[in-house]
């Protein structure tokens, strides 16, 4: 019997070649258990060497292989070709990123976006390590925990039409992020964040359209995260507006 | 060496691409009847403030005319839609917790619904 086969539609862009992209075909063996990850690898290793993507971990956890699978970001350790299968499968690089070449986007912006938004831990107080750790319950864990899961596979930029149109747009994940730090019981560098977060160019960018969570791969929901942002913000403008200075 | 990076630009109808950001859309211009309606709330307003004649005479002319009635409807179906998909958004918006756990959303949206009821039995036993 012949072995079944499913065909991929790749992006490939090499710019020592040209400056437009194409589209090339490939058939790769079709295997219940196999992902699309699984088909580039074989491309990569049976069928065209040239073929550049970005992939590590190939169970979710790295972040690193997130593509448009037929339009949709999905991380391509996920996307399993039994789902698509007898249909062909395009894989492009993730949408509103440049591309570099292939598969693999200008990652640049969103790592200088998490800096921004100082996407780490800003103690209240500095202590020796003899002191021990810094101590946290689990009621306290869990106000930010959903947050921390993200992974930075960035498949809620590529999502989101905000962030298409403005670039400048600190983005989904950045304040999911942000927000993480911003609720931890042992942080103290919410007011370091409150300007980015809080500015035109962060929470209030946001249109609340949503496609950041329905795409994220680890439930994150960045849309809560922005939308709550929204409403403690607006919160503290009318709290330092009504209550008299120095006052909390 | 840095290449020269392919830069995709983002479509004009990039609000077609899926039936999430196409109810996105509706979602999105359902807001214009909804500040339309609020504007038309005000003029009536206004009209009562003139007289029982004023107002009855704006009533008689242009609240009972065919195509004030075919507009009230597509800003009711609007306007519906808009407060259904403001409930269903508010436990995205709303974090509600009892001890670590959040409290289930169905509960969040279900409560939105009942006061949404309340309100308007309210404004009906005021009205009547």
Redesign the interface.
């Known amino acids: 019997m012949p072995e079944k086969s499913i065909t991929l539609e790749v992006f490939r862009?090499l710019?020592?070649q040209s400056?437009?992209?194409k589209y090339q075909k490939y058939d790769v063996p079709y295997r219940e258990d196999w992902v699309v990850l699984d088909a580039l690898n074989y491309i990569k290793d049976h069928i065209d060497g040239s073929l550049s993507y970005r992939w590590s971990c190939r169970m979710g956890v790295c972040g690193s292989c997130g593509m448009m699978v037929n339009?949709?970001p999905r991380l391509t350790c996920a996307a399993f070709l039994r789902d698509f299968y007898p249909q062909p499968i395009r894989v492009e690089p993730l949408?509103?990123f440049?591309?570099?070449?292939d598969l693999i986007i200008?990652l640049e912006d969103f790592l200088h976006k998490l800096k921004e938004v100082k996407a780490w831990l800003i103690p209240k107080q500095e202590k020796p390590v003899s002191e021990g750790e810094y101590l946290q319950s689990?009621?306290e864990l869990?106000?930010y925990k959903q947050f921390s899961m993200c992974i930075n596979c960035m498949l809620c930029y590529a999502a989101c039409?905000v962030y298409?149109?403005e670039p400048k747009f600190l983005g989904p994940a950045a304040i999911a992020l942000g927000q993480r730090y911003n609720l931890d019981s042992r942080d103290g560098g919410k007011e370091e964040r409150t300007d980015i977060i809080a500015s035109s160019e962060g929470i209030w960018e946001c249109?609340?359209?949503?496609?950041c969570?329905?795409v994220c791969p680890k439930h994150v929901?960045p849309?809560?995260a922005i939308?709550?942002a929204k409403?403690q913000s607006t919160q503290e403008w009318w709290m330092s507006l009504l209550l008299p200075k120095g006052a909390k | 060496m840095k290449t020269k990076e392919y830069v995709r630009p983002m479509p004009a109808n990039w609000f077609m691409h899926n039936r999430h950001l196409q109810l996105f859309m509706l979602r999105e211009l359902s807001a214009f009847f909804v500040a339309g309606y609020s504007v038309f709330l005000l003029v009536m307003l206004y009209k009562a403030g003139q007289g029982e004649q004023a107002f009855q005479q704006f009533f008689e002319g242009v609240m009972k005319s065919g195509l004030s009635i075919f507009l009230h409807l597509i800003a009711l179906a609007f306007v519906v839609y808009h407060a259904l998909t403001s409930f269903n958004a508010a436990p995205v918006i709303m974090d509600v917790r009892i001890g670590e756990d959040p409290i289930d959303p169905r509960l969040l949206i279900a409560a939105h619904y009942v006061m949404w009821v309340v309100v308007s039995v309210v404004i009906l036993i005021v009205a009547l």
């Open positions: 862009y710019p020592e400056d437009e992209p339009g949709e949408t509103n440049p591309v570099i070449r200008n689990p009621k869990a106000t039409p298409g149109l249109t609340f359209i949503g496609e969570s329905r929901d849309a809560a939308q709550r409403v």
